[in-house]
């Protein structure tokens, strides 16, 4: 017989097993559970939780020598107009360099020299333009047509997003600071600002040449080990791999369009890599920590600038690991191959050449969503401009400067860059206006502005809204400078912002997509397409499929399938910061994104021979799902 010891009230009771149990208790009537919560609630209190993952701080300011560069460059020269009595011109100049200051985006120098003098040149006629334009009966619509143009610039990719908001600020400024003189005057004083800036962010190219790279490099590979780390859990995880997509996504295209060697060379193995980290920390899948490990030590090396150690990797203990192995050795040492040095510029040069840019341009220009993004910018501009004369505001063109800056959709979602952007400035406006209430000399003023400056390029990583605030300082302080009082400004430059940040809003609801899912869909169903046809042999049917290598890295020709991969999560990513009316079934996407990348990584994997009735069977299941995404990317 088996006894039971338990201890009730204190005291020692012996239960024998034959004995009949004690009946259960009838339980006490408790409380009725609460009532589901309503829709209304529900849809709130998701709202509610994206306004504060849009208004919350992203990361620290970063000090840089761009912060440097922007606090001189914009303020010398309004200290100069005023010392030599002609602010007007100074302020001018200062707006130009501004504008110079918001497209040092880059990090390596070839990449600056692209994204920040290609704009400078596109602002500069944008302003002739307006000026040329004043006084004629097709002035009005001059700005939405400048509009139009600038939305469909923006479909060019970075380049052509900063060109498209350049030219619309240097249009805006020029109309809404008139100076005396001829028509080009105000043109030159702004491209003057700008080629500074431009100059002073190229001056360190003989010191410093491919430290940026390097810097990028170990950034993506220190983001892949702390997305594959223990604590890489809930929304810490989700965070970090948004952060390794946006430095991945950098890599990717200084390496494209900034022509970097270095980059384009590891990018295959560091594109393989990221997706297969994102998809085992999206999983919760644990990965080996000396493999995390030794990724770190790999990026501080990279950085540093340090030869590699040539020690072997850890082996692994699953084919997560194998995997993850294999595209860190390849991301980290391609090694020679299709992906040499030699190979890649040719495939730069060609890549750059002008019958592909003739061609990026015509499917550009016959692509209708590209004139409808410029519609939008233009139905934005035309709706602000309408409203601020409406309401006679001092400065009608902050209005559509306010548009200039929200509507930018491959930046991130319109609806939330208006948020930050209103925030942003009220918060900008409320320390202003303190400072120019006890203002006391001009040089008191140009501190703050200097401050303001240098605050722009060092909060650009912390998030839109405290740009923003520093944008609203700058602008204030070079008002007050220029000579228009800056205190009796501060209602109407709100009023403005919330006019430009609606009539962003409205334009980008009524002529933008309704849901960003089909991209995903079509970026996906491309990346399966090129795995098929990097699976496909180019040689006789008859022939031996090629031996295997132990070790290969990965080729050049799972480069692009790798590419649309990584271009439809940075796709999702913006998907998942739009507002919650517009998300969908992220949970679904996310799901889906994740099991084709596993199909693509696996049908990519170096494998031991197979007939070729294998590679058939490979291709058909690739070509099937490629069928099954077109049909959901043509979904309403």
């Known amino acids: ?68 560069r922007s606090a001189l460059a914009v303020t010398a020269p309004a200290g100069v ?14 707006m130009g360099a501004l504008s110079a200051v918001l497209t040092d985006v880059a990090a390596a120098y070839r990449h600056r020299a692209i994204t920040m003098l290609l704009p400078q040149l596109l602002g ?21 047509a400048l509009g139009v143009v600038a939305g469909v610039l923006a479909t060019l990719g970075v380049e052509g997003s900063l060109g498209a908001m350049i030219l619309l600020m240097d249009a805006e400024v020029a109309m809404d600071l008139p100076l005396p003189g001829p028509l080009w005057w105000p043109p030159a004083l702004m491209l003057l600002g700008g080629l500074s800036v431009v100059g002073l962010a190229l001056a360190g190219r003989p010191f410093f040449r491919g430290r940026a790279e390097r810097a990028l490099l170990a950034q993506c590979l220190a983001g892949c080990a702390a997305v594959l780390a223990p604590d890489a859990a809930g929304p810490a995880g989700t965070a970090r791999r948004r952060a390794l997509h946006d430095v991945l996504e950098r890599a990717r295209h200084t390496g494209s369009v900034g022509g970097s ?63 993850l192995v294999r595209a860190a050795r390849a991301a980290v040492d391609p090694g020679p191959g299709p992906v040499g040095s030699a190979g890649l510029r040719a495939g730069l040069r060609a890549g750059l050449s002008p019958g592909r840019r003739r061609a990026a341009v015509r499917a550009v220009l016959a692509d209708p969503r590209s004139w409808l993004g410029g519609l939008r910018v233009g139905a ?27 509507c930018r959709p491959e930046v991130g979602p319109v609806t939330g860059r208006a948020l930050e952007r209103f925030c942003g400035t009220a918060l900008g406006l409320l320390g202003s206006g303190l400072v120019l209430a006890c203002a006391g000399p001009d040089g008191a003023l140009l501190a703050v502005l200097a401050l303001a400056a240098g605050l ?7 998030g839109y809204l405290y740009q923003a605030a520093a944008l609203a300082t700058v602008v204030l302080m070079a008002t007050q400078l220029a000579g228009d009082p800056g205190l009796p400004l501060l209602l109407p430059n709100l009023a403005s912002c919330a006019i430009g940040c609606l009539a962003a809003v409205l334009a980008g609801e009524l002529f933008g997509p309704r849901h960003r899912h089909p991209a995903v869909a079509r970026r996906l169903a491309g990346a399966v397409e090129q795995a098929a046809l990097a699976l496909t042999p180019h040689r006789p049917r008859t022939a031996a499929p090629a031996p295997y290598r132990p070790g290969a890295a990965v080729s050049a020709a799972a480069t692009v399938p790798h590419l649309q991969l990584a271009a439809a999560r940075a796709e999702f990513e913006r ?9 969908g079934a992220t949970a679904r996407w996310a799901a889906l994104i994740d099991e084709v990348e596993r199909t693509v990584d696996t049908a990519l994997a170096p494998a031991a021979p197979a007939d070729h009735r294998h590679f058939d069977a490979t291709r058909h299941h690739l070509h099937r799902l490629a069928t099954d995404l077109h049909r959901l990317a043509a979904r309403p």
């Open 81 to 94: 107009g005023l010392g030599l009595g002609r602010p007007a011109e100074g302020v001018m100049v200062a």
């Open 575 to 583: 998907i998942r910061r739009e507002p919650p009316w517009r998300q």
């Open 456 to 462: 722009v390029p060092a909060l650009s990583g912390t």
């Open 380 to 406: 934005a501009l035309l709706l602000a401009g309408a409203a601020a004369a409406h309401w006679d505001l001092r400065h009608p063109y902050w209005a559509v400067l306010n548009v200039t800056f929200v």
């Open 261 to 323: 060697v270095l980059l384009a060379r590891h990018l295959p193995g560091l594109l393989a890599l990221a997706e297969a980290a994102s998809s085992a920390g999206a999983r919760g899948l644990v990965a080996d920590p000396a493999l995390v490990g030794r990724l770190r030590a790999e990026a501080g090396r990279v950085a540093a600038g340090r030869p590699g150690a040539g020690g072997a990797w850890p082996p692994g203990h699953g084919p997560l690991d194998v995997r």
């Open 124 to 144: 500069a006629a944008g302003a002739f333009a307006m000026l040329a334009a004043q006084g004629r009966w097709f002035a009005p619509g001059v700005l939405p």
């Open 1 to 68: 017989m088996c006894r039971m010891s338990t201890l009730r009230h204190g005291r020692h009771r012996t239960l024998r097993s034959d004995l009949p149990l004690p009946r259960a208790r009838r339980p006490k009537p408790g409380p009725e559970p609460a009532a589901a919560p309503s829709r209304f609630r529900r849809e709130s209190g998701r709202t509610l939780r994206w306004v504060r993952q849009t208004c919350a701080p992203k990361g620290r300011p970063a000090v840089s020598p761009a912060v440097w």
